[in-house]
C-alpha cells in the first residue's frame, strides 16, 4: 500500500537522530512500507562542506550523497515503527557509481528500495537524481543495534 503522504522535517527529526550539520534529508514525498522511499535533499551553496570541497567549485561530496541515500533508507525502515534505544549503523556499500556532480542548487531526489532484512540487517538499492538525470547509485546495507553496542 503506497503512502502519499509526505513526512516533513519534524517527523524527520523524530525518526532520526542527525542533526545539522549531517542530516541530509529535507522531506519524504512518498513511501510504500517495506518497499521503498522517496525523498529530497535540497542542495544549497550555504552548506558547511562547500567551504573546503571545492572553494572555486562547490562540489558535493560523494561520501555525503550516499549518506543521504543511507539516511533516506532508515527513514524507510523507522517509518513503520521507530525502534527507541536503537542506533541505525550504515553497515556496507557495494557496486557505488558517481555519474554526474552535485552542485549548489540542486534538488537531490533520493530513492531507497528495500531489498531484504534478516536478523536485524537490511539491505537497499539506492539512487539519486538530480532533474531526471541519475547522478549516485550504489546497494546499502545497514544494521539496527542497541545503543552502546
Same mark, same amino acid.
Given at each position: ?45 550555504? !552548506? ?5 570541497? $571545492? ?6 561530496? *560523494?561520501? &555525503?550523497?550516499? +549518506? /543521504? ?47 531484504? !532484512? ?5 539491505? $537497499? ?6 532533474? *531526471?538525470? &541519475?547522478?549516485? +547509485? /550504489? ?11
Amino acid at each position: 500500500m503506497s503512502n502519499d503522504i509526505g513526512i516533513d522535517i519534524n517527523r524527520i527529526m523524530d525518526l532520526l537522530p542527525h542533526r545539522y550539520p549531517f542530516l541530509l534529508v529535507d522531506r519524504v514525498l512518498k513511501y510504500t512500507p517495506r518497499d521503498s522511499i522517496t525523498a529530497i535533499k535540497n542542495v544549497t551553496i550555504n !552548506e558547511p562542506f562547500f567551504q573546503g570541497h $571545492f572553494p572555486d567549485y562547490p562540489v558535493m561530496p *560523494g561520501v &555525503l550523497i550516499i +549518506e /543521504a541515500l543511507a539516511q533516506t533508507a532508515a527513514l524507510l525502515t523507522f517509518s513503520e515503527a521507530k525502534q527507541e534505544n536503537a542506533v541505525y549503523y550504515f553497515a556496507g556499500i557495494d557496486n557505488a557509481r558517481f555519474k554526474k556532480p552535485v552542485l549548489p542548487g540542486d534538488q537531490l531526489l533520493m530513492v531507497a528500495t528495500y531489498d531484504r !532484512e534478516r536478523a536485524g540487517i537490511y539491505k $537497499f538499492h539506492v539512487e539519486a537524481t538530480v532533474d *531526471g538525470e &541519475l547522478v549516485a +547509485e /550504489a546497494n546499502i546495507t545497514c544494521a539496527i543495534r542497541p545503543k552502546g553496542m
